[in-house]
């Protein structure tokens, strides 16, 4: 999903912008080894989760929990890898754009957003600080929506080979496969 703009200065996009321009993101691409890399740079370990546990039967597809020791990312379980792969960058994006959302605002984003989950659940997450992937009508799930969207977009970037269309000499295959291989890319 990508959040709807209003023009090509949508604020939300912006914030998002700057703070990827701010990451290093290598070849070859990995969900995996971007969230290694990353909890390595801000000293603190992100634990991705496939199933939301007690919150399976919710209507959200994730959930980043802030706990004392790590970040918890926890994901719906039936999803495709790209899906998953959508689901962890947006929750990543709460991450690294640094939302705190209050208990009075998390409340109140919770009963006006997933009316079905009950009191206790709600409860719950707001207990653990927890940001649901669930609806998009506040600035942090924009934001956070934003940074996946344009996160996915360099993912794919990064996926594509390195080998242009066109034809090459044997001599100029093998001068690409070993620069390949010195950056640790793949051809």
Known sequence: MTPSTSGATDPDRVVAERALAELTLRRPWSMRRFVEELSLQRGRPIEIVEGLGEYESIDFSGIWIPLPEKDLIRHRSEVTA???????????GHIVLGHDVSEDERLEYYSRTTPSIPAAVIQRLIDQQA???????????????????LLMQAAEELSRPLLPDRELSPRQRRMLERAAVVFGWSM
């Open 82 to 92: 790209i899906e998953r792969d959508g689901i962890i960058a947006h929750e990543l």
């Open 131 to 149: 940001c649901l992937r669930s609806n998009f009508d506040a600035p942090i799930e924009r934001q956070a929506e934003w940074f996946a969207t």
